[in-house]
C-alpha cells in the first residue's frame, strides 16, 4: 500500500503539458557592442546592441553605470537634444528617451521607419534619420511622445549618416557619394547638390562651410555654394575610418581596431596627421566634451581620454563590457556564460526581480565557445587553446585546474561519466578522460568528414554536429579507438545536436531545425522538420517543446509533440544574435552575443512539480529529458542540508539512490545513469527535513 499511496501522489502532482501562452524580455546582462557615445552634462548617454547605457562621468577616470534601458531593436545611433534622447534602433527605427532624470530613462515614443534607422540627426522640431535603403525620412518630434512623419527624401543608395546645418542635410548616401538637401520645408526636402565620391560614402560631418566625407579616404568639400560642391583636400588615416567628427581646427577620425586619429585641419587645403591613440577593441565613434573625448569601443565598453595635451591624448578611464557572449549553462541560480575572448564569466539570478548580477569568472587562455557544468567543474571549450578545466567552488575565487590543448579548435563541450567529449572543429572528436581534472588525458579522437562544431553523448555513441556534413555518429564504447557508426547528411549547415531518447534534434543552420529518428544508429532517419525563420544554431529541448537560438531572428519555441509535423509556437526577436540557449523552469536563457538575455514564458497546464514552497532548495528538471541512458539532474541549496536523492518507478518502487547525506550550500549536479533499467516514467524526488520536491523524468530505449 504504501508504493501504491505513493504513486497516487506522484500521479497527482503531475498534470499533462499544455501550450505556451506568452513569452516577455525579464531582464539581461553584460551589454556590449556599443556603437555611439554622446555628453549632456556629467552623464554619458551610450547606444549599444540591447540600448541605451548611461554613465555618471562626474569622474572621468572612473565612470559608473547609472543605470541601462533595454530596447528591442539595433542600437546604431544616437542624437540628444534637451530632456530626450533619439536613438537610431535599426529595424525598429527612431526611438526616443526621456533622460531628465539619467538614473531612470524611459522610453516616450516611437516611429517605425520604413527601412533601417543607421543614424540619426536632431534639429529642432525634427529628427533626421539615415535609413539605409529608404533614403532620408524626416520625423516631426515637435512632441516627443507622438514623433510623426514630416517627409522624406530618396537618396537612391543606401542613406548611411546625416547632418543638418542651415536647413541643410548632408547625407552619406553608399555609393552616391555626398547628398545636400534643402530641408527648409520638411514636408518636401529638394536635392540642393551632390558630390560623387569615388568610394562607397560612410559618415558625414559639417564644419565651417565644409562637408567631411568618408569614403575610405577623408574627403574635405566646400559646400559654400550647395549647388556645386568642391573637393578641397583628401586625407588618407592610418587605418579606413568609421566616423568623423570636426570640431575647431582638428578633425577626429574613429578607425576601427587602430583607434582613433586627430588631424590638424587648421590648413583646410592641407589636412595631416597631428596625433593618434589606441583602444581595447574596435573604435564606432567619439565626441569630444571639454578636455577629453569619449570612444565608443564595439566589444571593449567605452574608453575616455585626456585631451587637454592633443598632441599625446592618454587614456584616463574606461567602462568595460564583456566580450560576446555565446555559449551557456544555467545551474540556477547561476548563468555560467562562454565570452570569448574574455573567457568564462557568471553571473547570479538570486533574485529573480532584479538584472543577473557579476558573480566573477575565469579569463581563460583562448575563447571561450562553449561551457559545460558538472558539479563543481566547469568544462570549456576554448577555441584554439583546447579544453579547460575551472574550479567554480568558490564564486569569489575561481581558478583553472587543468588543460588540454586539442590540436583543432575547441567549438563545443560535453561531458559523461570520467570523459568529456570536445568538438575540435576541423581535428573531429576528441575524448579526454578527466577522472583526474587537474591532469586531462587525451584518449582517442576521432576525425570527421566535415567541422565538428557539436557534440552530444548518450549510451555508447557520441552524436556530432558536423557542419557542412550534417550528422554523424561515433561508436565512442572503447573511448581509445572511436569508430563511424552512422550518418545522416541534413539539408543545412549541423550546427548543434541534442540527444533525447530515440531522437537527435538538430539544429540546422538557414535549413532550421531537423528531428531524426536514431533507434538505429546506423541507418538515422528523418522524422520531421521544419524552417524556423533565422540561421537555427543551437537547441534545448524540454518535455515537448524545442527551444531554437535562431541568430538574427532571435527565439524560436517550437511544439514536437507530434515529431513529424512540428510547428512554431512563438518567436521573440532578441537585438543582438542568439547563438546560445538553455532553458530552466519558467526562464529562458539566451547566449545573444551581446549580451545575456532572461525571457519568460508564462505556460498553460505545465507541468507542476512542487509538493512544498521552495524554501531549502531549487529542483531543475533533468537534462535531457527524454534520455537514454544517462541523465543529469540538478539542484540548488539554500542552505548547508542534510540531503536525499531518490529516484522511483511509476509504481512508487525506489529504484535508486543517488545521494543521501549531508551537502554545503549552493548548486549540485548529479548525474543518474539508467542502463540497467527498463523504459518508462521516472520521478526523481529531492528531500530535506523541511522540504521534498519531486521532477518526472522520461527514459526511452
Known amino acids: 500500500m504504501k508504493h501504491v499511496a505513493l504513486a497516487l501522489l506522484l500521479a497527482t502532482i503531475f498534470l499533462v503539458s499544455g501550450a505556451f501562452a506568452d513569452v516577455n524580455y525579464i531582464a539581461s546582462s553584460y551589454w556590449t557592442g556599443v556603437r555611439d557615445v554622446e555628453v549632456a552634462g556629467n552623464y554619458a548617454f551610450s547606444v549599444f546592441e540591447n540600448g541605451l547605457v548611461v554613465l555618471n562621468i562626474a569622474n572621468p577616470a572612473s565612470p559608473v553605470k547609472v543605470n541601462e534601458l533595454y530596447i528591442q531593436g539595433n542600437g546604431r545611433d544616437l542624437d540628444i537634444a534637451g530632456n530626450y534622447a533619439y536613438i537610431a534602433d535599426g529595424y525598429a527605427g527612431l526611438i526616443v528617451a526621456f533622460i531628465g532624470s539619467p538614473s531612470d530613462p524611459t522610453i516616450v515614443g516611437r516611429y517605425d521607419t520604413p527601412g533601417f534607422a543607421k543614424a540619426v540627426y536632431v534639429a529642432g522640431n525634427y529628427a533626421y534619420v539615415a535609413d539605409m535603403s529608404m533614403g532620408l525620412q524626416i520625423i516631426n518630434i515637435s512632441s516627443p511622445a507622438n514623433p510623426t512623419l514630416a517627409g522624406n527624401f530618396n537618396t537612391i543608395s543606401d542613406a548611411k549618416a546625416v547632418v543638418v546645418s542651415d536647413n541643410k542635410a548632408y547625407i552619406a548616401a553608399g555609393n552616391q557619394g555626398l547628398k545636400i538637401v534643402n530641408v527648409a520645408n520638411p514636408a518636401a526636402p529638394a536635392l540642393l547638390g551632390s558630390y560623387l565620391t569615388s568610394g562607397d560614402a560612410r559618415a558625414v560631418d559639417y564644419n565651417n562651410g565644409h562637408a567631411f566625407v568618408l569614403d575610405g579616404l577623408v574627403r574635405i568639400i566646400n559646400v559654400a555654394d550647395p549647388a556645386n560642391p568642391a573637393l578641397v583636400s583628401t586625407y588618407q588615416t592610418l587605418a579606413p575610418a568609421t566616423s568623423i567628427l570636426a570640431s575647431g581646427g582638428f578633425a577626429y577620425a574613429a578607425m576601427g581596431s587602430l583607434g582613433f586619429e586627430v588631424i590638424d585641419i587648421s590648413n583646410i587645403d592641407s589636412p595631416r596627421h597631428f596625433s593618434d591613440a589606441r583602444v581595447n577593441n574596435y573604435a564606432n565613434s567619439i565626441t569630444i566634451s571639454n578636455s577629453h573625448a569619449l570612444v565608443a569601443d564595439y566589444l571593449g565598453g567605452i574608453e575616455i ?21 555565446t555559449g551557456l549553462f544555467v545551474t540556477e541560480p547561476f548563468i555560467y556564460t562562454a565570452t570569448g575572448s574574455t573567457g568564462l564569466n557568471v553571473l547570479d539570478y538570486s533574485n529573480h526581480a532584479q538584472p543577473p548580477l557579476p558573480a566573477g569568472g575565469e579569463d581563460t587562455p583562448g575563447s571561450a565557445n562553449n561551457v559545460f557544468i558538472e558539479g563543481n567543474i566547469a568544462y570549456v571549450a576554448d577555441g584554439n587553446a583546447g579544453l579547460e578545466i575551472i574550479d567554480i567552488t568558490n564564486q569569489i575565487n575561481y581558478n583553472i585546474l587543468g588543460s588540454l590543448n586539442t590540436p583543432g579548435s575547441a567549438n563545443g563541450v560535453f561531458k559523461a561519466g570520467n570523459f568529456v567529449y570536445v568538438s575540435d572543429y576541423d581535428a573531429g572528436l576528441q575524448i579526454i578522460n578527466v577522472t583526474n581534472p587537474e591532469l586531462p588525458v587525451l584518449v582517442g579522437s576521432y576525425n570527421t568528414t566535415g567541422c565538428a562544431w557539436s557534440v552530444s553523448v548518450a549510451g555508447n555513441y557520441a552524436y556530432i554536429a558536423d557542419f557542412n556534413s550534417g550528422l554523424e555518429i561515433v561508436d565512442i564504447s572503447t573511448p581509445a579507438s572511436p569508430s563511424h557508426v552512422g550518418t545522416y547528411n541534413t539539408p543545412g549547415y549541423a550546427w548543434h545536436v541534442v540527444v533525447s531518447g530515440n531522437r537527435a534534434y538538430v539544429a540546422d543552420g538557414t535549413s532550421g531545425f531537423v528531428i531524426l529518428d536514431i533507434t538505429n544508429p546506423m541507418n538515422p532517419a528523418r522524422i520531421g522538420g521544419i524552417a524556423t525563420g533565422g540561421d537555427a544554431r543551437r537547441v534545448f529541448i524540454a518535455g515537448n517543446q524545442a527551444f531554437i537560438a535562431n541568430k538574427d531572428a532571435g527565439v524560436a519555441v517550437i511544439d514536437i509533440s507530434t ?20 532553458v530552466s523552469n519558467d526562464y529562458i536563457f539566451v547566449a545573444d552575443r551581446f549580451s545575456v538575455i532572461v525571457l519568460h514564458f508564462t505556460a498553460t497546464g505545465i507541468e507542476d512539480d512542487m509538493v512544498d514552497l521552495p524554501s531549502e532548495f531549487t529542483l531543475q528538471q533533468n537534462y535531457p529529458n527524454p534520455f537514454n541512458p544517462a541523465t543529469i539532474i540538478r539542484y540548488s541549496l539554500v542552505n548547508p542540508a542534510d540531503v536525499k536523492l531518490t529516484i522511483y518507478n511509476i509504481m512508487g518502487q525506489k529504484v535508486a539512490t543517488l545521494h543521501d547525506g549531508r551537502q554545503e550550500a549552493g548548486p549540485h549536479t548529479v548525474t543518474w545513469n539508467a542502463g540497467d533499467v527498463a523504459s518508462g516514467v521516472y520521478f526523481a524526488r529531492l528531500e530535506t527535513t523541511k522540504q521534498i520536491q519531486n521532477i518526472k523524468m522520461t527514459l526511452l530505449k
Do not use: R, V
Open 563 to 582: 515529431p513529424a509535423t512540428p510547428h512554431i509556437m512563438f518567436t521573440y526577436d532578441t537585438p543582438g544574435s542568439a547563438e546560445g540557449i538553455f
Open 305 to 325: 581620454f585626456n585631451i587637454a595635451d592633443l598632441s599625446a591624448p592618454a587614456l584616463l578611464g574606461t567602462y568595460d563590457a564583456i566580450g560576446n557572449s
